[in-house]
């Protein structure tokens, strides 16, 4: 018996086309990737009252979401540091003394739901809050209030009120 021998030309025509190496990568499809938003603040202190704006920050619903956890620690550490970049420096418990009724606007260009939807995006936000005034975000010492704004197309923002309850 003899054996069919076929030399490395034959064999790449036959397997693919006489591709050499790994398959390529299918090209990315244009406009999948996001750029990230760029992100104001604007704070304003007045005693028993601080407020702050971050224009830019986007909060959807964390419930919602079907993701891989290291996307989700991801979004959660990014809004944790602008949060903490906007309130940089505001020694709070100076301003505001407990107890506290803190409000969180959340603007987008959708409405969301007042349920679990709305307290779920802001939750990285009200943990951020919570530890720059040093307390448990589930102290009584803090009334949590979240509201939603219906803004234009693409228009994401938050507002933060801390404020003495009267």
Known sequence: MGVNRITMEEWQRLAGGGRKGPPKAAPKKPGLTKAPTPVRFT????????DVT????????????????MATHRR??????IVRAALGGVRLREWVTPP????????????????DNLQSSCKWVRDQIAEELGVNDGSDEVAWLVEGKVGGVGVYAVGIRIEEAS
């Open 76 to 81: 959660s550490r990014s809004q944790k540091s």
């Open 54 to 69: 971050i224009d830019g920050l986007r909060l959807i619903a964390e419930l919602n979401r079907r993701e891989h956890h």
């Open 43 to 50: 704070l304003a202190k007045v005693r028993g009252r601080v």
């Open 100 to 115: 506290l009724v803190v409000t969180m606007v959340r603007t987008g260009p959708k409405k969301m739901d007042k349920g």
